[in-house]
């Protein structure tokens, strides 16, 4: 392993956390103001990644896969989605869970998502086909100090779970040197069948919603839209859905056709569903260029 992006041990860590500036995203007021501990609600509101564009400095971060999974929150309790609908994982997996609030990526392996939504989606829950999933575990919410600190007690937790033989794994976090050599990393993760990269802020607190303090690094743009129309195809496709009307956050409405297998426009996505498309950049009036359907959110 070289010295651009390596493995961090827990002291490394907690000396990261001390050489790193504070994050002024971070400090700033309003609703993602770090939280306490003690104000943790039951499910809080999970940290939502942005883009990374280039323009800052990655050394900075702790740089770590980006799974291909399903996010879920964990309360102490009860597991669910980041939409608050609870999981219905199967009592024997949700029992190996530590009483303490986790953020994390229900995951099988690298490319393996259709098999994993199958899994969580399945009424009842099978605990044979559960055996196989992983709970990967990237932040505690509401947990004191920088990230640095944090993914190292999530290092601590898992290693204490390890005998148990649970389904908790810590995300691996690691330091670049620099661009060049998180480029490197990426197109070494992607070569070897990952989606990409997610850069979180050393010396970020805990906080919630969008922010630059988490960012996603990949070699194709997507994002999640609402779906609120179905176009009736024609030609080859009459009887079917030949595009779906989508409308991002922003209130812009657009359409997708490419990227629709037969079996989903039989049966598309229903109105209010949201589903994810890939697309490369916008366009000057700020809809996606080149969009394509990707798949439906798992969690709904």
């Known amino acids: 392993m070289n010295s651009t992006s390596r493995g961090l041990t827990r002291r490394q860590f907690a000396a990261l956390a001390l050489t790193l500036p504070a994050s002024p995203a971070a400090a700033a007021p309003g609703p993602s103001r770090p939280r306490t501990a003690e104000a943790v609600p039951a499910i809080a509101a999970p940290l939502l990644a942005t883009t990374y564009s280039g323009r800052i400095d990655p050394s900075l971060y702790l740089v ?36 303490r609030p986790l953020d994390g990526e229900l995951w099988l392996r690298r490319g393996r998502f259709d098999a994993l939504s199958a899994t969580v989606r399945r009424r009842p829950s099978h605990a044979d086909d559960w055996r196989a999933v992983s709970y990967q575990v990237f932040e505690l919410p509401g947990a004191a100090g920088p990230f640095s600190a944090r993914a190292a007690r999530i290092a601590e937790i898992v290693e204490a779970d390890r005998a148990t033989g649970g389904p908790l ?94 079996a989903d426009r039989a049966a598309p996505p229903p109105l209010g569903s949201t589903v994810t498309y890939r697309y490369r950049g916008l366009t000057p009036a700020g809809t996606p260029r080149f969009a394509t359907f990707w798949r439906r959110r798992a969690d709904e």
């Open 169 to 262: 794994r810590a995300v691996a976090q690691t330091v670049v040197a620099d661009r060049r050599a998180l480029q490197r990393r990426l197109e070494a993760t992607v070569a070897a069948g990952g989606e990409g990269l997610m850069l979180h802020l050393a010396s970020a607190p805990w906080t919630t919603g969008r922010s630059d303090v988490l960012m996603k690094l990949k070699p194709q743009l997507d994002a999640e839209a609402l779906v609120v129309g179905h176009r009736a195809g024609t030609g080859r496709l009459e009887g079917l859905v030949g595009a779906l009307e989508l409308e991002r956050p922003d209130g812009r409405r657009f359409l997708v056709g490419s990227g629709l297998g037969d």
């Open 64 to 99: 770590s896969e980006k799974f291909d999974g399903v996010r879920a929150l964990w309360d102490g309790q009860v597991l669910r989605y980041r939409s608050g609908r609870e999981v219905g994982a199967p009592a024997s997996w949700l029992a190996a869970l530590p009483r």
